[in-house]
T-cell receptor, first 113, second 109 residues
C-alpha cells in the first residue's frame, strides 16, 4: 500500500442495504476524514477522526457512521442506504498541525437504486 | 454561516495566464489551500497560504489577503494537462477544511 487506499472503487447498491466503504492509509497520519462530493457542491465532510479511538461529526453525518479502531483504518458505514446517498466518497488523511495538507484516496463512486 | 465562493467555470488558451479567484467567509482562519482535481480523480494538493502575500511554486502561484477574505491561484504558461477543477479550501477555527465548489478550467489550443 502506498498512501491512502479506498475500496471498492465503485458500487451499485439497492436501497435499504447496509454498506461499508473501506479506507486504509500507511502514512501514519493521525487525522482522517470522509467526504462526499456531489456535482455543483464542494466537498462536504461526513465524519472525521483526529486520532485513533476518537471520531466526530462533520457537516452531513446523518445516515453514516464511522469507527477508528487503529491509526490506519477508517471505515464508513451506511446502515440503510437511500438514493440521496448516491455520490462520490473520498477518504482523506493528514498530520495534525498548521500547513499540513490532506491526502486523498482515489474515491468510491456509489449509486443507490 | 461559512461560505467559499469561486467561479463555476473558466476558459483559457494554451500558453496563456489565468487567475482563479476565491473569496471566503469562515469562522476563524487557519490557512487556505488550493487543490487540483482532474475529472474522475482525487484532489491533489497545490498550495498553502497562511500569511498575506504571494507563494510561488513553478508555474503556479497563490495569493492571500486575509483582511479581504480573498485568494487567487495564478497559472502561467498554460498546458492542456492543466484542464481540471481547482478547489479552494479554508481551515476554520476548529481546524476543519471548508471547501468551495471548485472552478472547472477548460484549456483550448
Amino acid at each position: 500500500i502506498a498512501g491512502i487506499t479506498q475500496a471498492p472503487t465503485s458500487q451499485i447498491l439497492a436501497a435499504g442495504r447496509r454498506m461499508t466503504l473501506r479506507c486504509t492509509q500507511d502514512m501514519r497520519h493521525n487525522a482522517m476524514y470522509w467526504y462526499r462530493q456531489d456535482l455543483g457542491l464542494g466537498l462536504r465532510l461526513i465524519h472525521y477522526s483526529n486520532t485513533a479511538g476518537t471520531t466526530g461529526k462533520g457537516e452531513v453525518p446523518d445516515g453514516y457512521s464511522v469507527s477508528r479502531a487503529n491509526t490506519d483504518d477508517f471505515p464508513l458505514t451506511l446502515a440503510s442506504a437511500v438514493p440521496s446517498q448516491t455520490s462520490v466518497y473520498f477518504c482523506a488523511s493528514s498530520m495534525e498541525g498548521e500547513g499540513t495538507e490532506a491526502f486523498f484516496g482515489q474515491g468510491t463512486r456509489l449509486t443507490v437504486v | 454561516g461559512q461560505n467559499i465562493d469561486q467561479p463555476t467555470e473558466m476558459t483559457a488558451t494554451e500558453g496563456a495566464i489565468v487567475q482563479i479567484n476565491c473569496t471566503y467567509q469562515t469562522s476563524g482562519f487557519n490557512g487556505l489551500f488550493w487543490y487540483q482535481q482532474h475529472a474522475g480523480e482525487a484532489p491533489t494538493f497545490l498550495s498553502y497560504n497562511v500569511l498575506d502575500g504571494l507563494e510561488e511554486k513553478g508555474r503556479f502561484s497563490s495569493f492571500l489577503s486575509r483582511s479581504k477574505g480573498y485568494s487567487y491561484l495564478l497559472l502561467k504558461e498554460l498546458q492542456m494537462k492543466d484542464s481540471a477543477s481547482y478547489l479552494c479550501a479554508v481551515r476554520d477555527s476548529n481546524y476543519q477544511l471548508i471547501w468551495g465548489a471548485g472552478t472547472k478550467l477548460i484549456i483550448k489550443p
